[in-house]
């Protein structure tokens, strides 16, 4: 702890799980390393989600501040009602409406400022905030955008949405400024709002306007790490010409000690989001397969996929014959807690799967760190959210993509041909799959030799370098902890 501990410093990130996650963790490091106080500000929901996940001695000068959300704050652009995609109505007005929380953070600020008599040191904001810029210099304090996602991902989605580069194409195939022209990106890459998007639109109003101000932060925090994506990192630092600090995986220590040799003890719980399963189960259940046989199946913390897609899948995964746990969810079109529909899977699969031990089918949420952890697991079929592949990659476990939303296909694109660690299945909601291509991508990614051996060699690269990065003891820290040194010294400990 350093002689300016009475000093503060104000997180706002994003209202979704997969952005509170490593936004706490990196409040954790950023105490533990200058024993500042740091106030995360959330909605009341999302507050206590994040107070049950920490411990109350070990991070009592993480405080929590509860921000009002006001979901008619913000009026969208007129020409909303022409959107065809009811659910993209709905994530836009939710995107717009998070720009309601400003005034409330800016009166926490000031709430702060009189009580302790001086101003935080630094917000840190989710790059969906380009509106914290404003309040930062407002209160005479700095803002640093922090990007929960990967660099190539983020400078991926960034550089799209400033620069709409498939419009200025008819091509299905097209650069993204930022990128060099051996990197080539596709129209089927693009989730549906972004194919859409012509500068008009609400989606690339918003994503245009806070990332403009973000390019006006002191600086970007990414959690990635500088040796499995050099390239990302290389390109976002000169696009956005601010300087990054790749200070990730933030994931819970544990996960990075694990051996991944049996069960780490590492899932991180979410309120309300308990496991179908005790975590016994799993356990007992994975001990019984061998190494490196087990398929884990999950779309991320709020994603599903298409009623026919789930079909195929099924049937697919049947006749590959391979082991499963798969987090089953209700399909496209129904509420995650509507009760689950047997037809929704083909007829008997369940039953089948439990009589020849071959699967285990669990309701909506699974506690994924502890099964990417364990020594039977041997593929992931994700969404590419970032947290998921952080979280496979730093147990050396190869992915077989399938990207839905947000940058999840830039991500998808780089394992693919920047890691060497993936295989995608498909893309999207909407596409059509069949069983016997998901059979033969299945078969691919977990054959002991050829495609599924190379991925795995990859993958367990990736989690030395991972590793390595986060290493503390020794004559050399790793470079993750390196940028979060760096971070602290010129910004923090300058404004001090
Ligand atoms: N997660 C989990 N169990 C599940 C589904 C998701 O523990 O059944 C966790 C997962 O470990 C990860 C997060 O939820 O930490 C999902 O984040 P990600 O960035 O992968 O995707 P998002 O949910 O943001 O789309």
Redesign the pocket.
């Known amino acids: 702890m350093n002689s300016h501990s009475q000093e503060h410093i104000v997180m706002l990130p994003f209202l ?4 509170l ?1 490593p936004f706490l963790a990196l409040a954790k490091q950023l105490q533990q390393r200058t024993g500042y106080t740091i106030t995360i500000a959330s909605t009341k929901l999302n507050i206590q989600y994040l107070r049950s996940s920490i411990s109350a001695d070990s991070d009592s000068k993480i405080l929590f501040a509860e921000l009002p959300f006001c979901s008619s704050a913000h009026d969208l652009p007129p020409n909303t009602e022409n959107t065809e995609n009811l659910s993209l109505d709905r994530i836009v007005k939710f995107f717009y409406a998070s720009q309601s929380l400003e005034y409330p953070l800016l009166r926490l600020l000031n709430d702060i400022i009189d009580q302790e008599g001086r101003t935080p040191l630094c917000i840190i904001s989710d790059i969906f905030y380009g509106w914290a810029v404003d309040v930062a210099k407002t209160v005479g304090t700095v803002n640093v955008s922090f990007s ?2 990967g660099a190539y991902g983020v400078l991926a989605y960034v550089s799209f949405c400033m620069n709409l580069p498939h419009r200025s194409t008819d091509s299905d195939e097209f650069l993204v400024p930022g990128f060099p022209e051996s990197v080539r990106f596709h129209r089927s890459q693009l989730h549906p709002y972004l194919r859409a998007a012509d500068g008009t639109d609400v989606w690339s109003k918003f994503m245009h306007s806070q990332f403009s101000r973000c390019l006006e932060s002191s600086g970007w925090l990414c959690n990635s790490v500088e040796e499995i994506e050099p390239l990302g990192l290389d390109l976002l630092m000169k696009y956005i010409r601010l300087p990054v600090w790749a200070i990730g995986p933030l994931l819970p220590p544990e996960a990075l000690k694990s051996s991944s040799s049996s069960h780490a003890g590492v ?2 719980q ?1 309120a309300g ?1 308990k ?1 179908g399963l005790p975590l016994e189960k799993f356990l007992d259940w994975l001990d019984l397969q061998s190494p490196n046989s087990v398929l884990y199946i ?6 599903t996929i298409g009623a026919s897609q789930m079909m195929q899948l099924a049937i697919g995964l049947e006749e590959s014959g391979k082991s499963f746990i798969w ?1 089953v969810r209700p399909p496209v079109g129904f509420y995650l807690n509507s009760e689950f529909r047997a037809e929704w899977l083909p007829e008997g699969f369940e039953e089948r799967t439990k009589q020849s031990r071959r699967g285990l089918i ?1 309701r ?6 502890d099964i990417l952890s364990h020594k039977s697991t041997g593929a992931f079929l ?8 952080l ?1 496979s990659l730093s147990q050396g476990v190869p992915i077989v993509g399938w990207p ?3 940058e ?1 296909s830039f991500n998808s694109k780089m394992l693919i041909e920047e890691m060497g660690v993936s295989v995608e299945l498909t893309r999207g909601i909407q596409s059509v799959i069949e069983a016997k291509e998901v059979k033969r991508v299945i078969e691919s990614a977990m054959d002991e030799h050829g495609k599924g051996e190379d991925m795995r060699k990859k993958a367990a690269e990736v989690k030395e370098l991972i590793k390595l990065a986060v290493r503390e003891e020794g004559e050399e820290k790793g470079s993750s902890l390196k940028a979060v040194d760096d971070f602290v010294r010129t910004v923090l400990y300058k404004r001090s």
């Open positions: 979704a799980h997969g952005h996650i929960t996602c899932s991180r979410r989001k496991p999950s779309f991320g913390s709020q994603n987090v669990v909506n949420w699974a506690p994924q760190l994700s969404h590419c959210g970032w947290n998921s592949v979280e839905m939303a947000a999840q």
